[in-house]
């Protein structure tokens, strides 16, 4: 089977470029992409949530698969990286970029709760899980990725992956399913 996707964000060859040469290093895989779009495609009209901007490939993939009605709250406390994101995006009137430390969003947020929540940085999954889980819709979708080894992992980062894995059995309002597929992901629902 082919898993390579067949459609991307027009955007996504500029906004990796931009990355590459701002030495940003973690954007958002090309087939975690596709699924992130798929995944969208699911909630019409839905709130979404991203923690971790970074360059914005991310974002890209979910607006391919949002509604003309959805609407992505995507946070980035690196406002030089995020402002690739704001150049290709920013146009996409169901974007609202926030530059803020996740950490401080999961704390102030007092907005609508949403129901899809991509996660990648460390708030939200290596720690506040519980945080972010209140701020979902029951149903809603929880994806994070980056759980296998990746080359930009600090040395100290493999233990904080696995504490995080041997919890999620443990949630009550999570149901998830680790995949060893793209650059390792989690796929949950909030019950």
């Known amino acids: 089977?082919?898993?390579?996707?067949?459609?991307?964000?027009?955007?996504l060859d500029a906004i990796l470029a931009d990355a590459e040469r701002a030495g940003f290093a973690m954007s958002c895989e090309d087939r975690t992409g596709s699924l992130l779009a798929t995944l969208a495609a699911t909630k019409p009209?839905?709130?979404f949530l991203e923690l971790g901007t970074g360059s914005g490939a991310g974002a890209a993939w979910l607006a391919i698969g949002m509604s003309?009605?959805?609407?992505?709250?995507?946070?980035?406390?690196?406002?030089?990286?995020?402002?690739?994101?704001?150049?290709?995006?920013?146009?996409?009137?169901?974007?609202?970029?926030?530059?803020?430390?996740?950490?401080?969003f999961l704390s102030t947020y007092e907005g609508e709760p949403f129901d899809f929540a991509y996660v990648d940085c460390r708030p939200g999954k290596y720690h506040r899980l519980l945080d972010l889980l209140r701020l979902l819709q029951p149903g809603a979708l929880?994806?994070?990725?980056?759980?296998?080894?990746?080359?930009?992992?600090?040395?100290?980062?493999?233990?904080?992956?696995?504490?995080?894995?041997?919890?999620?059995?443990?949630?009550?309002?999570?149901r998830a399913t680790p995949m060893r597929w793209s650059s390792g992901l989690v796929v949950g629902a909030r019950i």
């Not at 898993?3 to 027009?10: K, Q, V, W, Y």
Request: hydrophobic residues 30%.
């Open 45 to 47: 009209g839905g709130r």
């Open 142 to 174: 929880y994806v994070v990725d980056d759980m296998l080894p990746q080359a930009t992992w600090p040395e100290d980062h493999q233990p904080r992956v696995n504490g995080f894995l041997a919890q999620l059995p443990e949630r009550p309002n999570l």
């Open 68 to 104: 003309s009605s959805a609407r992505l709250t995507t946070v980035e406390t690196d406002i030089d990286v995020q402002a690739i994101a704001r150049r290709h995006l920013d146009h996409d009137r169901r974007i609202e970029f926030v530059t803020a430390d996740a950490d401080d």
């Open 1 to 11: 089977m082919d898993d390579t996707p067949r459609h991307r964000p027009r955007e």
